[in-house]
């Protein structure tokens, strides 16, 4: 992709405080201004459109027959997705509560909270940015952005550590070696990045999506969407967290849970697009 075609239309975005150009790609922040001239920054990364290969192959270990078939998926249109999950922080600049449980540090990500709140959020959000809808990643653009143009179990690589990943040690993957078990969210950041700048993809909180499992088959798809409609209906939730063993974070993993269910392992990261055409 020549340098030009990387930028969207327009750069910076309307919602951004600052923005640039760096390693992993373009980002942009949106500032939230809280009491005592204080502000809450969440930092959001440019998700450029592409193809890929969505579900894991056949021999990939602790394979669930639901990840597969392996197809080939594009993502026509780029959106801006947060670089962490929401934190306490910034739900509490956005909604003036905190649902969570594991309150050590404004930095972990919020938990405790359902589908439904979050489109609470969402839309509260979006009054804050004028010219963009807030809107959850769809399943197949969370998988597309957790494998940052990787296809091996993680993005990074066929294994990974406690270091890597906030999971269950106890439980590690494909006969790795057992390691830490936090018992608990770790605040964002605090682990590597994926090839594309985004923290925390695997392991600490699983992620709601948009819309709910649809069953794959072998066709090459465009920007598929599961089922959207019905307030029970079970929607995706990816990324596996603190308190599941390491195979469930693999990037092809896929969860699901009923809308109007909260637990202290799940959570959420939010997606920003443009509402003006052609952009």
């Not at 597969?68 to 956005?94: K, M, N, Y």
């Amino acid at each position: 992709m020549n340098a030009v075609s990387r930028f969207p239309n327009p750069f910076p975005p309307a919602f951004a405080s600052a923005w640039g150009d760096d390693v992993f790609g373009l980002w942009a922040e949106i500032r939230i201004e809280i009491s005592g001239g204080e502000s809450v920054v969440q930092s959001l990364r440019w998700i450029e459109p592409g193809t890929f290969w969505m579900g894991s192959p056949d021999d990939e270990t602790e394979r669930e027959d639901y990840e597969g078939p392996r197809h080939e998926v594009t993502i026509s249109r780029g959106f801006w997705l947060a670089d962490t999950a929401c934190t306490q922080a910034l739900w509490q600049a956005v909604m003036d509560n905190n649902p969570s449980s594991f309150k050590d540090d404004p930095q972990q990500p919020v938990e405790q909270v359902n589908w439904h709140r979050v489109q609470n959020f969402l839309r509260e959000l979006e009054k804050l940015l004028p010219g963009c809808r807030a809107d959850l990643p769809t399943e197949a653009e969370w998988e597309y952005a957790c494998r940052a143009g990787t296809t091996t179990p993680f993005s990074f690589g066929p294994q990974i550590t406690p270091e890597q990943v906030n999971y269950d040690g106890n439980y590690p993957y494909a006969g790795g070696e057992p390691g830490e078990y936090r018992q608990k969210t770790v605040a964002v950041k605090s682990l590597p990045a994926n090839p594309w700048g985004l923290y925390e993809m695997h392991g600490n909180v699983w992620e709601w999506c948009k819309d709910g499992q649809r069953t794959y088959d072998e066709q090459a798809q465009v920007d598929p969407l599961g089922q959207l409609t019905g307030d029970d209906l079970p929607r995706s939730v990816r990324g596996g967290s603190w308190d599941f063993s390491a195979g469930w974070a693999r990037s092809a993993f896929r969860g699901a849970s009923r809308p109007r269910h909260a637990d202290f392992d799940r959570g959420f990261r939010f997606c920003l697009r443009s509402i003006q055409s052609g952009q």
